[in-house]
């Protein structure tokens, strides 16, 4: 069974102080990380700016998760209870962002009828 | 206080039960945030330009400031559960209370920013000067979308300082050894998970 917390009742008090470290650099990293977030949203990244922000932003919600909630010294039977969460909202934002993003394209269509079809600047097909 | 309830055969299955339910809890409300994040997405990809220059004109100062604040606050929270794992009580209580001040500056520091966009005439709904001067752009989703997902967010802040200041109540009384931490991990976990809706609620509505 489990201890009651992860490391609850540990002896070693070297070892606590390890862990208090840990979490201070934890929280320096993440005050690093946004630092380069704000930084990086002054340059002209065009297209790239909001993928790179979302990666930083991936990178500090896993230090968030991995080092102050101890998500992954939890039980198996939490962590899958939180990843079902996670993995909803992927496929929720996925399928939906795709729909809308290629709802104006037009259907697939056979090669020798789409180079006869051509198509209105948005992509759409002529009315 | 008897810290073992009696339909627990040990206190390593109470805290394992307490820590699923939290989790399942953090996975509901992450799912509540889901929507918001997704239709943030759909309209994005629908009006793109509106959306940059609805960026442009969020308050990145504030907005920026206030990503800080929630980020200290939230090394603090993990702190005072390590603290209290060491028996070190007042050091935790500490700690949780310079959480709870932390929140209480951001929610200052929100209230700052609503009212620099209602000052410009943007208030919920597309409601407002700003849209009455931009009626053919589509500026209504950003703004709308913008506080639903921030007065939501705000909400919780308020409600993981409340969460906080009961458990630190309990926690200064005693209630809670160094044995019998889940109750306070508990609590500090839901304000991570405030933190964690935070990290990606800044980058969509005040950087890129």
């Known amino acids: ?127 | 206080m008897n810290e073992l309830a009696d339909h627990f055969d040990s206190p390593e299955r109470q805290a394992h039960a307490a820590r699923l339910g939290m989790w399942v809890f953090l996975g509901s409300e992450l799912l509540l945030f889901a929507g918001l994040f997704t239709l943030y997405g759909a309209y994005r990809a629908k009006f793109p330009a509106e959306f940059a220059e609805g960026v442009r004109h969020s308050t990145k100062l504030l907005g920026s400031l206030n990503t800080a604040i929630l980020l200290v606050s939230s090394s603090f929270a993990a702190l005072a559960v390590e603290q209290l794992r060491r028996a070190r009580r007042g050091r935790a209580v500490a700690l949780l209370l310079a959480t709870q001040a932390c929140g209480v500056v951001f929610l200052v520091l929100k209230f700052m920013e609503y009212s620099e966009h209602f000052a410009l005439g943007i208030y919920p709904g597309g409601q407002g000067r700003f849209f009455a001067a931009h009626a053919s752009a589509h500026f209504e989703p950003f703004w709308t979308l913008y506080f639903l997902t921030t007065g939501l967010h705000a909400l919780h802040v308020a409600v993981g300082i409340l969460v906080l200041a009961f458990t630190t109540l309990a926690l200064g009384r005693g209630s809670f050894g160094p044995k019998f931490i889940h109750p306070v991990h508990n609590a500090t976990l839901y304000w991570h998970l405030v933190d964690l809706i935070w990290i990606f609620v800044w980058p969509l509505y005040y950087l890129a």
């Open chain 1, 1 to 127: 069974m489990a201890p009651l917390l992860p490391g609850v009742g540990d002896a070693d008090s070297g070892a606590e102080r390890a862990h208090a470290r840990k979490l201070a650099l934890a929280g320096l990293a993440l005050l690093a990380l946004a630092g380069l977030s704000f930084g990086l949203s002054y340059l002209r990244l065009a297209a790239w700016a909001l993928p790179i922000a979302l990666l930083i932003a991936v990178a500090k919600a896993s230090l968030v998760l991995s080092c102050f909630m101890e998500f992954w010294r939890e039980a198996v039977s939490v962590r899958l209870a939180a990843l079902t969460a996670l993995v909803m909202l992927l496929l929720l934002a996925t399928f939906t962002i795709a729909d809308v993003a290629t709802r104006e394209r037009p259907p697939l269509l056979p090669p020798e009828q789409a180079a006869l079809t051509p198509l209105t600047p948005t992509g759409a097909l002529p009315p």
